[in-house]
């Protein structure tokens, strides 16, 4: 198939918040203990964390990580997890049915996000608990000394505070199995006494209300409308969580939910327009995609255990093992998240480590990078700067949940300090190659590929495993070049490219 399209250096859509390439860990499974965590296993260091995972962390260059749920928050008592770790207390988590040994805490978190140069993003339980344990939780972790909390946190041997500036309110409180769930109303009342309070004690903080689970929860979009009627001045963001299946093994259907997802995100942006409008306000709330990923492949079968298991501690739980179309589907979702960076400037991967994650580690054994790593880490690594509009003229098809999809999947994203474009594509054609033919605009002179890297040729069903960890992972790519001002080429069927020009 032709492809043609243009992409000038200087007409951009917004400039990326780094923190388009964020993350989540939950106390859940095997993501913190046995994942993050695990003294005893050969590669942890003198606090318990695995330098083998954490090595794949930090080649993700994650900007902020969310943390320590999810639904686990929902009845989450903080004050567990601090002090000596051979006096907290053990508890049932009510999310996931399971034990919580508390081994793991704020503090403990803290120095591992530390270590892996990532910026905290925490939530407060707005579920069982409510505005006084989330002050007291921020107290201990942002105030310098003098109080109750913060000189507590000082004799755990922490002097100085974390001053943690994004504060999650909650999570996903429309959710009729979350611990506390609420009407909107009351959630909204909710949300907006306890960000004015943190707002009260971190003047800077920045406060994600919840938004809805998903897009096909009964209450969205109203769920939306009511909430940020209610708190609307007081928060700086809203929150949308999705993940994407493909249980009908309908490849391009699949890859259409990418365009559902541009529907949720422009409805939202939509509400949010239309509340800012209704109260006049010229305060900007900005979404927050903090949970987002494929999540399908043991979904049921893990369903049917956890809802019935004795109370396992750290049992395996959500281990999706992520195929090659898989990635692919990723590589298109952060390729949205950067053509909507004008209203998306938060995005979680839910989660990092085991639980549908891009890093697994086994028990006592090898951690590896599974295939979804690579478009997040090509994403985060060279996807900062200024989002480009890109014009693109492809062929496109129909499915069951969008129309007009094209079959090509493409952003563009300029970083001025480094004088680069660098443009992502996703060839989502069964069968055929795409010939490229890209006008650029805009640059000085001759422009040049300075590097390219392609994920193809493998069976959508394909996988890494710990016995063939790199069996799937971008190689150097060739076949695309500058002819003039235009970058010609050939993208193979069902393959995702990462081209910088400089
Ligand atoms: O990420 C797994 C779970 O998915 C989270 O705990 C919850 O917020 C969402 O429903």
Redo the contacts with the bound molecule.
Sequence with gaps: MRVTGAIQRDFAIADIDDRLYSA?I?H?GRAIYSGIYEPGHPEADANGFRQDVMRFVRELHIPAIRYP????VSAYRWEDGIGPKDQRPVRLDL?WRSKETNQVGINEFAGWAKDAGIDMMLAVNLGSRGLEEARNFMEYVNHPSGTHWSDLRRSHGVEKPYDVSMWCLG??MD?PWQIGHKEAKEYGRLADETAKALKGLTPGAELIVCGS?NDQMPTYPEWERVVLEECYDNVHYISL?K?FGNSSRDTLNFFGKVEETGRYIGAIAGVIDYVKAKRRSKHDVFICFD?WNVWYHRREEDSRNWRTWDWPEAPAL?EEDYNFEDALFVACLLNEFIRRSDRVRIACI??LVN??APIRAERGGPAWRQTIYWPYQLASLHGRGRALRVALDAPTYDCEVADDVSYLDVSAVHDRQAGTVTVFAVNRHLTEDAELDLALGGFDGEARVVEHQVMAGHDLRATNGPDRPDAIRPVAGSGLGLDGSRLRGRLPALSYSMIKLA
């Design positions: 989540f939950e859940m749920g999810g639904n686990f999310a999570n996903e959710g689970s969580h993940y949970e959500l839910a989660q639980v549908i």
